[in-house]
Structure formats: C-alpha cells, structure tokens
C-alpha cells in the first residue's frame, strides 16, 4: 500500500464580492507522512479581465500586501487552466487535505468552478485553525490567525523566509503549525482528528449547503424589506399589529404571520406602543417583555396563540 500522503492548501482571493471570491493564487504542499516536503508550487491565476481587486483590505489590515503586483495576476491565465491539475492534485489516493479556515477555500474553489461551469468534484478536508482555537482556549493564548500560529510554533525560525498572503507560504506555514501542533500533544493525524470531529469538511455538501442559506438569506432580507414597507402605510387604525424581532429574525414565521396579518385584514406595525398587539415567538419573549417593557407585556401574543385562534382586539 502506498504511503499516505498529507496536501497543505491556501487560496488568495482579489476580492470576495457578493460572497464569491475571485482566486488570483492557489498554494499548495505536499509532504509523506513524516511532514517531509514532497513538491511545492503556487498557481497564479487572473481574477478575471473586469475583476477588479478589493483593495479595502489595505484599510482593515494595514500590514496586508499581495505577493505580486496586480499586473502579473491579469496577464496570468484564467482559473480554467489550472483546474484539471487542481482536480488532479486534489483527487488522488491516499492523501488527506488540510487548510487553515479551509472552509472559505471550499467555498472559493467551488465558486470558481460553478463561474466557469466546470465539473465539480468533491473531496474531503480537515480546518487546522479548529484545532488551534482549541488550543489556545485550553492553553489562555492570545495570537490570532495563521501568522500569530505560525509564530508561536515557529521551532524553526522560518518565518523570515517566507512570504506571507503568498499563498504557496501560507500553506507551508499551515503545516509546520500542525506538524508541531501534533508534536505538544503527543498525538498522531488519526488521534486528533479523532478528538475533533467537528474540523471535517465534505466539500461538495457544504458548499451546496452554505448555498442554501446564502439564497435563504437573501429572500429573508428581501421580506424584511416588504414587512418594513408594508409597515409605513400611513393607516390610522385600532387594527395595527406588530412582530417583535423574534418573529422577524426567522424567515418562515415573518412569512406566516405577513400573510396572516394581510389575510385577516390588520395592518402592520413596526411602532410596538400603537400596535393593539405585538406578536413574539414564544412564552420565553413574553416573559422578557414583561420584565423589560412591562406597560407593553399585557398587548403581547404569541405565534402560537395567533396560529390557535386566541387573538382578540
């Protein structure tokens, strides 16, 4: 049987514009199982002629810098050239896939691939930076994100080697943090994957999944923004309902009591002292009215209560 074989990779984005990131860098490592490097590369990549670079990143982080100049990524080729040797790479057997916040990644790789309407493949891979928060919550530290890992763990001084936001190093710096990190607790690949199960990621159903919730999320915002319309209809009535943000957090209750409230012919409010009633999503938010707004707890109902029947102006 062949040796297993452990793939270290980090993507760079030039922008991550409506949660789709636009890949300018792939890095990777691959090592044997003893952490020895067996081959190491980055691919370079362009976002896109009309991708433009999302260069507020320079304001959140003024220490930022992109490993080459942004001329270099738009005469690189486009995503579609590397994809069959990222397949390749990423595909073979008796290998394991390791990222720091690799979930992005997921989700960056299977934009791209949708983007470019590529076969998608699916694999499996493990998020290192769990492990370390772990770690560090165990152990009372402070440093934050890969580089404060890196150089907490950094045995080796190879910090002033490497490049970092160059995606190649990145990776690079991703394993040394988990090949020492596995070193301080005595524990093998298997052992602490074992104590975490919660770093797996199946590619394919989590992006499939975080795209169900970024379509549910956008229908919720466009609901809130009916509701809120709805509510600025200048109607004096003894009719008004109100929904308290227990209702309005959850897009199927805020979708049943709109259509209740329409149906039933009452109005909408989003004034809770001239509603005749304020609709909350359980006895639990009825109690907190009490407590917090006591002149307001007597005109709460809950979801229930209205789906039963109970409400009486």
Same mark, same amino acid.
């Given at each position: 049987?062949?040796?297993?074989?452990?793939?270290?990779?980090?993507?760079?984005?030039?922008?991550?514009?409506?949660?789709?990131?636009?890949?300018?860098?792939?890095?990777?490592?691959?090592?044997?199982?003893?952490?020895?490097?067996?081959?190491?590369?980055?691919?370079?990549?362009?976002?896109?002629?009309?991708?433009?670079?999302?260069?507020?990143?320079?304001?959140?982080?003024?220490?930022?810098?992109?490993?080459?100049?942004?001329?270099?990524?738009?005469?690189?080729?486009?995503?579609?050239?590397?994809?069959?040797?990222?397949?390749?790479?990423?595909?073979?057997?008796?290998?394991?896939?390791?990222?720091?916040? =690799? *979930? !992005?990644?997921?989700? #960056?790789?299977?934009?791209?691939?949708?983007? &470019?309407?590529? %076969?998608?493949?699916?694999? $499996?891979?493990?998020?290192?930076?769990?492990?370390?928060?772990?770690?560090?919550? =165990? *152990? !009372?530290?402070?440093? #934050?994100?890969?580089?404060?890992?890196?150089? &907490?763990?950094? %045995?080796?001084?190879?910090? $002033?080697?490497?490049?970092?936001?160059?995606?190649?190093?990145?990776?690079?710096?991703?394993?040394?943090?988990?090949?020492?990190?596995?070193?301080?607790?005595?524990?093998?690949?298997? %052992?602490?994957?074992?104590?975490?199960?919660?770093?797996?990621?199946?590619?394919?159903?989590?992006?499939?999944?975080?795209?169900?919730?970024?379509?549910?999320?956008?229908?919720?915002?466009?609901?809130?923004?009916?509701?809120?319309?709805?509510?600025?209809?200048?109607?004096?009535?003894?009719?008004?309902?109100?929904?308290?943000?227990?209702?309005?957090?959850?897009?199927?209750?805020?979708?049943?009591?709109?259509?209740?409230?329409?149906?039933?012919?009452?109005?909408?409010?989003?004034?809770?002292?001239?509603?005749?009633?304020?609709?909350?999503?359980?006895?639990?938010?009825?109690?907190?009215?009490?407590?917090?707004?006591?002149?307001?707890?007597?005109?709460?109902?809950?979801?229930?209560?209205?789906?039963?029947?109970?409400?009486?102006?």
């Amino acid at each position: 049987m062949n040796e297993r074989k452990y793939l270290f990779f980090d993507i760079e984005c030039a922008n991550n514009y409506q949660s789709k990131g636009k890949i300018c860098e792939f890095g990777y490592v691959l090592t044997n199982e003893k952490f020895e490097v067996l081959q190491k590369d980055v691919f370079v990549m362009s976002p896109g002629k009309y991708e433009k670079f999302d260069k507020s990143i320079f304001e959140r982080d003024k220490t930022f810098k992109f490993a080459y100049d942004f001329d270099y990524y738009y005469k690189s080729p486009l995503f579609p050239h590397f994809y069959q040797r990222i397949k390749n790479l990423m595909t073979q057997e008796n290998l394991m896939i390791f990222g720091f916040a =690799v *979930n !992005n990644d997921v989700l #960056h790789l299977f934009h791209e691939m949708k983007r &470019y309407n590529l %076969e998608l493949f699916d694999y $499996v891979c493990y998020d290192i930076q769990r492990f370390i928060e772990h770690y560090k919550k =165990v *152990n !009372n530290l402070t440093f #934050h994100g890969l580089g404060g890992a890196f150089e &907490y763990f950094d %045995e080796r001084k190879e910090g $002033v080697l490497l490049n970092h936001h160059l995606s190649r190093d990145d990776a690079f710096m991703t394993m040394r943090v988990f090949e020492y990190l596995l070193k301080k607790l005595n524990l093998s690949v298997d %052992e602490i994957i074992e104590k975490m199960p919660s770093c797996k990621i199946n590619s394919l159903e989590y992006a499939l999944e975080n795209e169900k919730k970024v379509e549910r999320r956008f229908l919720h915002n466009k609901l809130k923004n009916e509701w809120n319309n709805y509510c600025k209809q200048d109607i004096n009535s003894d009719n008004k309902i109100a929904l308290a943000i227990s209702i309005r957090k959850h897009y199927d209750l805020l979708s049943d009591m709109m259509d209740w409230i329409i149906k039933n012919n009452y109005y909408g409010t989003n004034d809770y002292e001239t509603a005749a009633k304020i609709v909350v999503a359980s006895d639990t938010d009825k109690n907190f009215f009490k407590e917090k707004y006591p002149l307001l707890a007597e005109k709460c109902i809950t979801y229930h209560e209205i789906k039963n029947k109970k409400i009486k102006f």
